[in-house]
C-alpha cells in the first residue's frame, strides 16, 4: 500500500477524517431534534391521551400543552446558529436559549396558548365547517410566523409590547420570510407522518428545519429587516 493510499485513508477513516466528521455533525443535528422533542412532551402526551374534542377541558389542556412551543422555538433557532457556525456545545445552547425564552420571553409562550384557546373556542362554537377551518388555519399560520419571528430576535433589548409589536413588523417587512417557515415547519410535521420513516423524521427534522430558517433569514434579508425595526 502506497503513502498516498495510506493517507487518503487516512483522511477518510481517522479520528478526525470525513466519516467521522459527519457522523458528529449527524449526531448534533439529533442531539437538538432531541431535545425540541423532549419540550414538546407536554403536546405529544396530550394528543396521545386525550385529543382535540370540542369541550371546555380538552381546549384549556391543549392550551396548556402548548406552553412550552414558544421557548422551544427561541431554543430551536438558536442551537440551529450554532450548528450552522460549527459550535459542538449545541445542547448547552439549547437549553440556555430555552431558559432565556422562559426567563425572558414568558409572555410569548402565554400568548401563542391564549390564541390556541381561542381559536379552539371559534372552531368548538362555529362548528368543523370548511370555512371555520380555513379561518383557524390561516391564524394559526400568522400566529406561528409571528412567534418564529419573535425567536429569531430572541436577542433583542426589547420587551413586552414593543417586541411583540417588532415580531409583527418583521413579518410584514418579509411575508417571503413568514412564507418560507411556514412551508419549512410543514414540511418537518409531513415528515413525521409518513410511514416508516416518521419515528426517524422526528429526530431529524427539527433540527433540519431550524437550519434551514436560519439559512434563508441569513440570505434573504433578514437582517435588513430588523435593522429598520430598531430603527
Not at 16 to 31: H, P, Q
Request: aromatic letters at 6%.
Amino acid at each position: 500500500m502506497t503513502s498516498v493510499t495510506t493517507s487518503r485513508l487516512g483522511r477518510l477513516l481517522g479520528y478526525d477524517g470525513v466519516i467521522a466528521t459527519l457522523l458528529l455533525s449527524a449526531f448534533r443535528y439529533f442531539l437538538v431534534s432531541l431535545c425540541f422533542v423532549a419540550c414538546l412532551a407536554p403536546l405529544l402526551v396530550f394528543h396521545a391521551m386525550v385529543g382535540w374534542q370540542p369541550t371546555h377541558l380538552s381546549l384549556v389542556l391543549g392550551a396548556a400543552a402548548l406552553l412550552p412551543l414558544a421557548p422551544a422555538l427561541h431554543a430551536l433557532l438558536r442551537a440551529s446558529a450554532a450548528l450552522l457556525d460549527g459550535d459542538h456545545h449545541v445542547v448547552r445552547t439549547f437549553w440556555r436559549g430555552f431558559a432565556d425564552a422562559v426567563r425572558v420571553r414568558w409572555g410569548t409562550a402565554v400568548a401563542v396558548s391564549v390564541a390556541a384557546l381561542v381559536l379552539g373556542y371559534d372552531v368548538a362554537l362555529l362548528g368543523a365547517g370548511a370555512g371555520v377551518l380555513l379561518g383557524a388555519v390561516a391564524a394559526a399560520g400568522v400566529v406561528i410566523a409571528v412567534v418564529v419571528a419573535g425567536a429569531a430576535l430572541s436577542d433583542s433589548p426589547v420587551r413586552g409590547a414593543a417586541f411583540a409589536a417588532a415580531s409583527v413588523r418583521i413579518v410584514m417587512l418579509r411575508p417571503h420570510l413568514a412564507l418560507v417557515w411556514l412551508l419549512l415547519g410543514a414540511l418537518g410535521v409531513a415528515a413525521t407522518t409518513l410511514p416508516m420513516i416518521g419515528a426517524v423524521a422526528w429526530l431529524s427534522a427539527p433540527a433540519l428545519a431550524g437550519v434551514a430558517a436560519v439559512i434563508c433569514n441569513r440570505s434573504l434579508g433578514f437582517e435588513t429587516a430588523r435593522q429598520k425595526v430598531d430603527a
